[in-house]
């Protein structure tokens, strides 16, 4: 394991030369909030800030993205015909991401890049990134990261992990990307790895809330799915989607064409599950009408449908976002409290199965 020492004072220079090989982006303040964006000329990340108002997701799965232009001018030999719309590939740094944003990166990916379907627009974006990743020393109250196969130190999706100790910070070599980004930052003097271990400990120490989990994967779909939980759960839900747009790990889009005067495009967007409009086919059908059968797909995808079918624990990280901001109070802990304590044996006595 290396570890790499990093005096804060020598910091912003180190951003800066690394301005020579990367487009830089990290979060930085947007009035009562914080966000993640490209760094200008001259701006740091600001790495004291706890958790983004949203995720980074977006730097590789844009919320609008265009994937094609084309030319409606009958004169145009190329009339009709869709083509890429030109990108920029180049290589990219995001510093300061917390690390159940990168894991959430690694369960996006599966979804983006499989043995059915590799998405060009994820994957060219994804591989021209190095991740540097921020340790969280103080969680924030609603963080359950611990419980949800992830961490304040988690390194899965990260190519290099900071860890701040005050005047200086630590930093844990992941991956060959992220050896080679500290080498172009100049960052070269050995660190305390038992300093960074420690630290490890006393931040999942601090995690104070948690999710219950152990029985999804054994309760059955259809028992989860005719619970009578429902109802309740959803009575105050408002159908606003804020839940899936805070989420690192929503990863619904709808496709549209754009066209203005003689020319249009073909654009990527972010939508959600909870929309009505989500599931209605050309016919005018909605299997999904009514909100009590959008939230409980919502949370069936996240807590039953993703570990069924991958088998890599359910599909949230605990960063807590949905819980902060949800404005009716819907909390996924207690959700996936009451989906797994279901009791399926009583369940299906119940109903005569």
């Given at each position: 394991?290396?570890?790499?020492?990093?005096?804060?004072?020598?910091?912003?220079q180190?951003?800066?030369?690394l301005?020579?090989?990367?487009?830089?982006?990290?979060?930085?303040?947007?009035?009562?909030?914080?966000?993640?964006?490209?760094?200008?000329?001259?701006?740091?990340?600001?790495l004291?800030?706890q958790?983004?108002?949203?995720?980074?997701?977006?730097?590789?799965?844009?919320?609008?993205?265009t994937m094609?232009?084309?030319?409606?001018?009958?004169?145009?030999?190329?009339?009709?015909?869709?083509?890429?719309?030109?990108?920029?590939?180049?290589?990219?740094?995001?510093?300061?991401?917390?690390?159940?944003d990168?894991?959430?990166?690694?369960?996006?990916?599966?979804?983006?890049?499989?043995?059915?379907?590799?998405?060009p627009?994820?994957?060219?974006?994804y591989?021209?990134?190095t991740?540097?990743?921020?340790?969280?020393?103080?969680?924030?109250?609603?963080?359950?990261?611990t419980?949800?196969?992830?961490?304040?130190?988690?390194?899965?999706?990260?190519?290099?992990?900071?860890?701040?100790?005050?005047?200086?910070?630590?930093?844990?070599v992941?991956?060959?990307?992220?050896?080679?980004?500290a080498?172009?930052?100049?960052?070269?003097?050995?660190?305390?790895?038992?300093?960074?271990?420690?630290?490890?400990?006393?931040?999942?120490?601090?995690?104070?809330?948690?999710?219950?989990?152990?029985?999804?994967?054994?309760?059955?779909?259809?028992?989860?799915?005719?619970?009578?939980?429902w109802?309740?759960i959803?009575?105050?839900?408002?159908?606003?989607?804020?839940?899936?747009?805070?989420?690192?790990?929503?990863?619904?889009?709808?496709?549209?064409?754009?066209?203005?005067?003689k020319?249009?495009?073909?654009?990527?967007?972010?939508?959600?599950?909870?929309f009505?409009?989500?599931?209605?086919?050309t016919?005018?059908?909605?299997?999904?009408?009514?909100?009590?059968?959008?939230?409980?797909?919502?949370?069936?995808?996240?807590?039953?449908?993703?570990?069924?079918?991958?088998?890599?624990?359910?599909?949230?990280?605990?960063?807590?976002?949905?819980?902060?901001?949800?404005?009716?109070?819907?909390?996924?802990?207690?959700?996936?409290?009451?989906?797994?304590?279901?009791?399926?044996?009583?369940?299906?006595?119940?109903?005569?199965?």
């Open positions: 394991m290396k570890v790499i020492k990093i005096d804060k004072a020598e910091w912003t180190a951003v800066e030369a301005r020579e090989s990367f487009r830089l982006f990290g979060p930085v303040r947007q009035r009562d909030y914080a966000n993640f964006k490209e760094l200008a000329t001259g701006e740091t990340p600001e004291e800030i958790n983004t108002r949203l995720s980074p997701k977006s730097l590789v799965f844009p919320q609008s993205e094609m232009d084309y030319s409606l001018d009958k004169e145009d030999e190329e009339q009709g015909i869709c083509k890429e719309a030109p990108k920029d590939y180049s290589p990219r740094a995001v510093l300061g991401l917390r690390p159940c990168a894991k959430a990166m690694v369960l996006v990916h599966m979804n983006f890049d499989n043995g059915d379907y590799q998405d627009y994820w994957l060219n974006l591989n021209a990134t991740f540097v990743g921020l340790a969280c020393d103080t969680p924030c109250r609603t963080c359950f990261c419980t949800a196969g992830c961490g304040p130190y988690h390194e899965e999706g990260l190519d290099l992990l900071l860890s701040d100790q005050g005047d200086h910070y630590l930093a844990k992941i991956t060959d990307k992220g050896e080679a980004l080498d172009k930052a100049g960052w070269t003097t050995d660190g305390d790895a038992k300093a960074m271990v420690d630290a490890s400990a006393a931040a999942e120490g601090k995690i104070t809330a948690s999710i219950e989990t152990d029985r999804l994967q054994a309760l059955g779909t259809l028992d989860l799915h005719g619970a009578d939980f109802e309740d959803s009575f105050s839900c408002i159908n606003c989607g804020t839940c899936t747009f805070v989420c690192p790990t929503c990863w619904c889009f709808d496709i549209q064409d754009e066209v203005y005067g020319k249009g495009v073909r654009m990527r967007n972010w939508d959600s599950c909870m009505p409009i989500f599931t209605v086919h016919t005018g059908h909605n299997p999904r009408d009514t909100k009590l059968a959008r939230l409980r797909q919502r949370f069936m995808h996240k807590l039953k449908y993703f570990v069924d079918k991958y088998d890599k624990g359910i599909m949230c990280v605990g960063c807590g976002r949905c819980v902060q901001q949800c404005p009716v109070n819907i909390d996924i802990r207690k959700v996936s409290q009451t989906m797994n304590s279901l009791d399926a044996e009583n369940f299906c006595a119940v109903q005569g199965e």
